[in-house]
């Protein structure tokens, strides 16, 4: 795992000082080295690529896996960060055709199977989570490559004079090259979901390449759009398959065949493990796959109804690992903040969990941690399955309601404090009046702040449809054409809430602490295989996630799957109303927080007291608001037209 950064343009602007300072602001993506290449394109001897990388070692601790890594018998260049979880089964079958190999690293089998290949056979046979640049020397030009699931992240801008990609986005702005201009559309969708949405993100220019996207970059930095090579194949209803006994069978051989691979590493590995069902089915797999080998790793809380101890200590106990706690207290946080605020890649309501964990065990010596992420979005674990699988029961019957009525039925669904309390932030009275389609009942059951508290904060709105960026919603509409309510549901949290958020934070979190997290569910075998099966067997009145725990019924305990489900948080609201009230209330608490965002004039203080006086402003709002006004100060982001707008010092 590590930390990329390359630079297209011309001579006097693209420097080795500019290639250092972005690899000093990533060195904590890869301490144990760093190595930088020039190339000289052949037709454009005005230009240079520069292309450098920070290591972290996992495989091959050698000199020979340092990047950037030249394939000597092409001139193919790459830096690299990620796994490719079969590297072995390829490197196999290139041996066969007699190349030779210099490492024992999958970056080696990347750049000879392009090489060998091409770039199409190479993206349809590797499997892992990876984001890379690939230097293409006959055809004299740059390939920039994002994994299926969008697992590794990776940022690029563009404009007249010069092209750059970086794994974060604080390391291109450390080049000086971009103006740090607020985007109106990418702050709307921020206030709406609590993470960007889309391609966008918070400085203007700067574009985060899509899972499942490559982007092919001439030696002249110019280059067209990013280009689709795979997406998850779900099946209409009437094609999907049933889950029955043999399909029980394959998921748990294909569960032990990804697991297995997913512990390839020369560094320990462990496991976090929460007590529920995704972290209990990882921990196990991974007892039958090393007996004796797992180590496991569990956050706590002094506040009972958020600690999942007891069913953590239950597994560890079942599996035998050597398992440790961490206990997280409000004032643990508060004397991590300031770091953990300055882990912030990129704004988000999401992410200290995983800065929690990942920096209580950086110290132990373990470097590798599997992660349960992604069976939620896959096997049907969140509410939101259930709410809009039951919505749809209604729709038919809801859509021949003449538009003025719905809209009485909703107020007055709305005044009573039972409809207002059953969802978060009272959002069934608007999950009524969005009823025409499963793709706006899901927008609006996820969103943060509704269009109202939005419209409130802002003083000149980017009209964006759901608070999405132009072109996403189409683009959602179109990924869930035909599918079955709970694949609907599926796609779309792959698409939105798990890329945007979940994924994009666990990896700047946890590489904040040189920490490695590997998510096997996301595996690209996997999410194919899932998406085959009927999405009405994806639920069961009687079983959470029936499909994994009828496929591995006999290495969980029954206390794992009968309980309610609970998700991995901390007790934010009663924190912010007590030892983190101070801290920050010192930047909610003022009339002019948040203008130079373009946000109304005390919008933010009377958000801030409304929450503090017991309203039903959710706690996420807060957390979200003083997020992003820190990020912005610390970035010196701000909306153009509020003032000039700085650039780089070259430092962050």
């Not at 409809?419 to 009275?429: A, E």
Request: net charge neutral.
């Amino acid at each position: 795992m590590c930390g990329v950064f390359g630079a297209i343009g011309g001579r006097k602007i693209v420097t080795d000082e500019l290639v250092s300072g972005a690899l000093h602001v990533l060195e904590h993506r890869g301490p144990d080295g760093q190595g930088r290449l020039q190339i000289s394109p052949a037709n454009y001897p005005d230009r240079i690529l520069r292309m450098g990388h920070r290591r972290l070692a996992i495989l091959d601790l050698s000199e020979q896996g340092s990047q950037p890594m030249v394939d000597q018998s092409t001139g193919n260049a790459i830096v690299y960060n990620g796994e490719v979880y079969n590297f072995k089964t390829l490197r196999d079958s290139l041996a066969l055709e007699r190349v030779a190999f210099d490492s024992h690293t999958d970056t080696e089998v990347i750049v000879k199977w392009f090489g060998q290949h091409g770039l199409q056979e190479l993206l349809s046979n590797i499997v892992g989570m990876f984001a890379f640049g690939i230097w293409d020397d006959a055809g004299q030009r740059l390939i920039l490559v994002r994994d299926h699931a969008g697992i590794k992240p990776l940022y690029y801008y563009q404009d007249e004079s010069v092209f750059l990609f970086a794994s974060e986005v604080r390391a291109l702005l450390a080049t000086g090259l971009i103006r740090r201009e607020m985007d109106p559309v990418a702050l709307e969708s921020y206030l709406a979901y609590g993470a960007v949405q889309g391609q966008l993100t918070m400085v203007r220019g700067i574009q985060s390449l899509p899972p499942a996207h490559y982007l092919v970059v001439e030696a002249d930095g110019s280059c067209g759009p990013p280009r689709r090579y795979w997406a998850p194949s779900f099946m209409p209803e009437s094609e999907a398959v049933p889950a029955d006994e043999r399909l029980l069978q394959d998921f748990r051989c294909l569960l032990e065949q990804v697991v297995s691979e997913h512990l390839y590493s020369d560094v320990p590995l462990g496991a976090f493990l929460s007590g529920g069902i995704d972290s209990s089915s990882l921990v196990a797999l991974m007892a039958h796959a090393a007996p004796g080998r797992v180590s496991t790793f569990s956050v706590v809380f002094n506040e009972g109804s958020y600690s999942e101890a007891p069913y953590s200590r239950l597994m560890a106990s079942r599996v035998g690992s050597t398992h440790e706690e961490i206990l997280i207290t409000e004032d643990t946080l508060l004397e991590w903040l300031p770091e953990l605020l300055l882990t912030v890649d990129a704004p988000s309501v999401d992410g200290p969990n995983v800065y929690a964990i990942s920096r209580a065990v950086r110290n132990t010596g373990v470097t590798v941690f599997l992660s349960g992420q992604g069976a939620d979005e896959l096997l049907g674990g969140y509410g939101s399955f259930r709410h809009l699988n039951a919505l749809s029961y209604l729709q038919p019957a809801l859509r021949n309601i003449p538009g003025g009525i719905l809209d009485g039925v909703a107020s007055a669904m709305a005044a009573f404090k039972f409809f207002r309390y059953r969802l978060k932030m009272g959002k069934l009275p608007d999950l009524v009046r969005s009823s025409k389609s499963i793709l706006s009942s899901y927008l609006i059951l996820r969103q943060m702040m509704p269009e109202s508290v939005r419209a409130s904060l802002l003083r000149d709105r980017e009209k964006c449809r759901l608070g999405l960026p132009p072109g996403l919603y189409e683009e959602l509409s179109a990924a869930v054409q035909g599918l079955s309510v709970i694949n609907q549901v599926s796609a779309l949290e792959m698409i939105t809430y798990l890329t945007n958020m979940l994924l994009r934070d666990g990896d700047a979190m946890s590489m904040a602490h040189s920490i490695e997290v590997r998510v096997p569910f996301l595996d690209r075998r996997i999410i194919d295989f899932l998406a085959q099966v009927s999405g009405p067997d994806k639920l069961s009145r009687s079983l959470p996630k029936p499909l994994l725990v009828r496929a591995l019924a006999d290495l969980l305990p029954k206390p794992i799957y009968k309980r309610p489900k609970q998700g991995f948080t901390f007790p934010w609201r009663g924190w912010l109303r007590q030892r983190l009230r101070t801290t920050v209330g010192a930047v909610l608490d003022n009339r002019d927080c948040g203008v130079q965002l373009g946000f109304a004039r005390g919008e933010c203080q009377r958000v801030w007291r409304s929450f503090l006086g017991g309203a039903e402003t959710h706690w996420t709002t807060v957390w979200a608001l003083f997020v992003l006004i820190d990020w912005c100060v610390r970035y010196d982001v701000s909306d153009p037209a509020f003032g000039t707008v700085s650039r780089m010092s070259g430092t962050t």
